[in-house]
């Protein structure tokens, strides 16, 4: 086992990966709580702000956004929250990308695998040459 310090508290753990990096067991319940007070929020108060819910639930915009690329909090599209598209910086209420560069990375995902053409089966002649031979006695 790896061990760590924490970068929330600065104690010692053992780390075993996982998708918060750097953060003990404690901290990282700590942040599921701030996390589920953020939901709560958002669902009382349907037009509150990131800068609002940051301020009132006393969660760092950075650490909103991030639950947002995460695809965590997910928001409707009458929501005035909206973070940038890391490709053409268009709005978008969850992810990473939007619609329109999903469906270009795709296309081009699909374009190069296509242009490979198709694979040939394998001739017999590196069969027989993986094959397991006896000797006779």
Known sequence: MEVRNC?????????IGGSYRNLCPECIGKL??????????????RAATIS????????STKQIEQWIREERLVFSE????????EMCGATIKSGRFCEQCKSN??????????????ATAPSNNSRDAARMRFLDK
């Open 7 to 15: 970068r929330g508290c600065g104690r010692l753990y053992n780390y």
């Open 32 to 45: 599921e709580d701030k996390f589920q007070e953020v939901k709560d929020y958002i669902e009382e108060h």
């Open 52 to 59: 609002m819910i940051s301020q009132d639930c006393d969660v």
């Open 105 to 118: 990375m795709v296309n081009n995902l699909g374009s190069m695998y296509g242009s490979k053409g198709v």
């Open 78 to 85: 009458d929501s005035p929250i909206g973070i940038g598209c």
